[in-house]
Protein backbone atom coordinates (compact mmCIF):
# COMPACT_ATOMS: atom_id res chain seq x y z
CA UNK A 1 0.00 0.00 0.00
CA UNK A 2 1.34 3.74 -0.71
CA UNK A 3 1.02 6.26 1.52
CA UNK A 4 1.27 10.05 0.20
CA UNK A 5 1.15 12.78 2.28
CA UNK A 6 1.06 16.53 0.56
CA UNK A 7 2.62 19.73 1.63
CA UNK A 8 3.84 23.12 0.69
CA UNK A 9 -0.45 25.02 0.20
CA UNK A 10 -1.20 28.13 1.46
CA UNK A 11 -3.14 31.45 0.76
CA UNK A 12 -0.54 34.02 -1.98
CA UNK A 13 -1.53 36.89 -3.60
CA UNK A 14 -2.02 36.66 -8.01
CA UNK A 15 1.81 36.78 -9.32
CA UNK A 16 3.62 34.71 -6.12
CA UNK A 17 4.82 31.14 -6.21
CA UNK A 18 4.79 28.11 -3.96
CA UNK A 19 6.30 24.85 -4.35
CA UNK A 20 4.24 21.93 -3.48
CA UNK A 21 5.39 18.50 -1.93
CA UNK A 22 4.48 15.22 -1.90
CA UNK A 23 6.51 12.57 0.51
CA UNK A 24 5.45 9.21 -0.62
CA UNK A 25 5.83 5.67 1.28
CA UNK A 26 5.30 2.33 1.34
CA UNK A 27 6.56 0.94 -1.89
CA UNK A 28 9.48 1.89 -3.75
CA UNK A 29 9.36 5.49 -4.54
CA UNK A 30 10.86 4.43 -8.50
CA UNK A 31 8.39 2.43 -9.59
CA UNK A 32 5.96 5.02 -9.48
CA UNK A 33 4.58 7.23 -12.00
CA UNK A 34 3.51 10.28 -10.40
CA UNK A 35 1.22 12.94 -11.28
CA UNK A 36 -0.62 16.34 -9.89
CA UNK A 37 -4.12 16.85 -10.61
CA UNK A 38 -6.43 19.77 -8.55
CA UNK A 39 -9.94 20.36 -7.92
CA UNK A 40 -11.81 23.28 -7.16
CA UNK A 41 -14.90 23.85 -5.21
CA UNK A 42 -18.12 22.83 -7.38
CA UNK A 43 -15.94 21.71 -10.28
CA UNK A 44 -14.04 17.95 -11.17
CA UNK A 45 -10.95 16.74 -10.19
CA UNK A 46 -8.45 18.19 -13.67
CA UNK A 47 -5.50 16.73 -14.30
CA UNK A 48 -2.14 19.52 -14.04
CA UNK A 49 1.11 17.25 -14.75
CA UNK A 50 2.41 13.83 -14.88
CA UNK A 51 6.22 12.84 -14.09
CA UNK A 52 7.74 9.41 -15.39
CA UNK A 53 9.76 7.08 -12.94
CA UNK A 54 12.98 8.34 -13.38
CA UNK A 55 11.74 11.87 -13.91
CA UNK A 56 12.95 12.15 -17.58
CA UNK A 57 9.99 12.46 -19.19
CA UNK A 58 6.35 15.09 -18.77
CA UNK A 59 3.33 15.96 -19.33
CA UNK A 60 1.20 19.19 -18.29
CA UNK A 61 -2.31 20.54 -19.06
CA UNK A 62 -2.54 22.88 -21.83
CA UNK A 63 -4.10 25.09 -19.20
CA UNK A 64 -0.57 25.35 -17.33
CA UNK A 65 0.72 27.54 -19.90
CA UNK A 66 3.99 26.22 -18.93
CA UNK A 67 3.91 28.30 -15.43
CA UNK A 68 4.28 24.62 -13.43
CA UNK A 69 7.13 22.65 -13.00
CA UNK A 70 6.42 19.08 -11.99
CA UNK A 71 9.81 17.13 -10.51
CA UNK A 72 10.98 14.45 -8.54
CA UNK A 73 13.70 13.36 -6.11
CA UNK A 74 13.50 9.24 -5.90
CA UNK A 75 16.34 9.61 -2.85
CA UNK A 76 14.07 11.79 -1.13
CA UNK A 77 10.70 9.46 -2.21
CA UNK A 78 9.37 13.08 -2.98
CA UNK A 79 7.36 14.59 -5.75
CA UNK A 80 7.04 18.38 -5.94
CA UNK A 81 5.08 21.22 -8.00
CA UNK A 82 6.46 24.07 -8.45
CA UNK A 83 3.76 26.74 -9.33
CA UNK A 84 4.77 30.28 -10.56
CA UNK A 85 2.62 33.26 -11.95
CA UNK A 86 -0.22 31.97 -9.63
CA UNK A 87 -3.49 33.47 -11.29
CA UNK A 88 -7.03 33.17 -8.81
CA UNK A 89 -8.37 30.79 -10.51
CA UNK A 90 -5.38 28.39 -9.55
CA UNK A 91 -7.27 28.13 -6.72
CA UNK A 92 -7.70 24.60 -5.58
CA UNK A 93 -7.00 21.82 -3.56
CA UNK A 94 -4.01 20.14 -4.95
CA UNK A 95 -3.66 16.26 -4.88
CA UNK A 96 -0.65 14.20 -5.77
CA UNK A 97 -1.41 10.59 -7.53
CA UNK A 98 0.70 7.25 -7.91
CA UNK A 99 0.26 4.97 -9.99
CA UNK A 100 2.87 1.65 -10.94
CA UNK A 101 1.24 1.51 -14.30
CA UNK A 102 2.94 3.37 -17.70
CA UNK A 103 -0.08 4.91 -19.62
CA UNK A 104 -0.45 6.40 -23.11
CA UNK A 105 0.34 10.41 -23.04
CA UNK A 106 -3.89 10.74 -23.29
CA UNK A 107 -5.05 8.44 -20.80
CA UNK A 108 -2.07 9.23 -18.19
CA UNK A 109 -4.52 12.66 -17.47
CA UNK A 110 -7.54 10.98 -16.41
CA UNK A 111 -7.74 10.20 -12.96
CA UNK A 112 -9.06 6.95 -12.88
CA UNK A 113 -6.26 5.08 -13.87
CA UNK A 114 -4.44 6.51 -10.51
CA UNK A 115 -4.29 3.85 -7.49
CA UNK A 116 -2.90 6.14 -4.96
CA UNK A 117 -3.91 9.36 -3.60
CA UNK A 118 -2.94 11.64 -1.02
CA UNK A 119 -5.26 13.85 1.40
CA UNK A 120 -4.47 17.31 -0.66
CA UNK A 121 -3.35 20.26 0.51
CA UNK A 122 -4.83 23.46 0.02
CA UNK A 123 -3.90 26.75 -2.71
CA UNK A 124 -5.74 29.83 -2.27
CA UNK A 125 -4.80 32.73 -4.55
CA UNK A 126 -6.05 36.11 -3.78
CA UNK A 127 -6.49 39.39 -6.33
Known amino acids: QVQLVESGGGLVQAGGSLRLSCTASGRTFSTLNMAWFRQAPGKEREFVAR????????IYADSIEGRFTISRDNAKNTLYLQVNSLKPEDTAVYYC????????????????????WGQGTQVTVSS
Open 97 to 116: AATATTYSDYTVKRAQVYNY
Open 51 to 58: ISRNGGYT
